[in-house]
């Protein structure tokens, strides 16, 4: 079976410890998160897990599986890099001595479309949005430069389609609590 990057996405209320249920899910089977971000979704009181992870498609559904089996799981999908837009964030501290000193740093920074979010005397804090590997060949780079810190945000990701999944998912929950009642 081929391995290749898959992003789920899980979609909960904010329930204290699921991030660890979800987190040991991956770990029984071996699997290494490669990143991570959670914050509040589209729907009031409905927080959007995005986790991404090396594996084949078969193991990436059992997971997927496993994570709607948590109580807390509202409901959980497997995507493909093809199905989804993304984009992470990168921060990279480098010595305010340096780019002003060095020419060539300027072009680095423009030539990767990244920007400067604060100068001191000491240091320039650079940011670089784009994937994961644009935002390493930026670091690459600036390591000549005597980076002080580099940070990169795990991956945000919306879905190319047209329909919102779990908004159809709420739904019909809804309905279904209707009619029971």
Same mark, same amino acid.
């Given at each position: ?7 789920v ?5 904010? $329930? %204290? @410890?699921l991030?660890?249920?979800?987190s ?6 071996? /699997?290494?998160i ?25 193991m990436?559904?059992?997971?997927? $599986? ?7 799981? /509202?409901k959980s ?12 964030? !990168? ?11 060095e ?6 920074i423009?030539?990767?479309? !990244?920007?400067? /979010? ?9 940011? +670089? ?7 390493? !060949? /930026? ?14 945000? @795990?991956?945000? #990701?919306?879905? +190319?389609?047209?329909?919102?999944? %779990? ?5 019909? $929950?809804?309905?279904? +609590?209707?009619? #029971?009642?």
């Amino acid at each position: 079976m081929e391995k290749q990057l898959y992003t789920v996405t899980v979609f909960s209320e904010n $329930q %204290v @410890g699921l991030l660890n249920q979800i987190s040991i899910i991956f770990t029984r089977r071996c /699997l290494n998160i490669e990143s991570l971000s959670v914050s509040p979704s589209s729907i009031e009181g409905v927080h959007k897990f995005t986790i991404t992870c090396y594996s084949d498609r078969v193991m990436m559904e059992k997971v997927v $599986q496993q994570i709607e089996k948590r109580i807390d799981v /509202l409901k959980s999908f497997l995507y493909t890099d093809e199905e989804i837009v993304y984009q992470e964030v !990168a921060l990279y501290k480098v010595p305010t001595e340096r780019l002003l000193d060095e020419t060539q740093l300027e072009v680095i920074i423009r030539r990767h479309n !990244a920007r400067i /979010l604060e100068i001191t005397r000491e240091y320039t804090v650079i940011e +670089k949005t784009g994937h994961s590997d644009e935002t390493e !060949a /930026l670091f690459e780079e600036l390591k000549h430069y005597d980076i002080r810190q580099f940070v990169r945000s @795990g991956r945000v #990701a919306v879905t +190319k389609s047209p329909v919102e999944y %779990v908004d159809l998912f709420i739904e019909q $929950q809804n309905r279904r +609590k209707d009619i #029971a009642e």
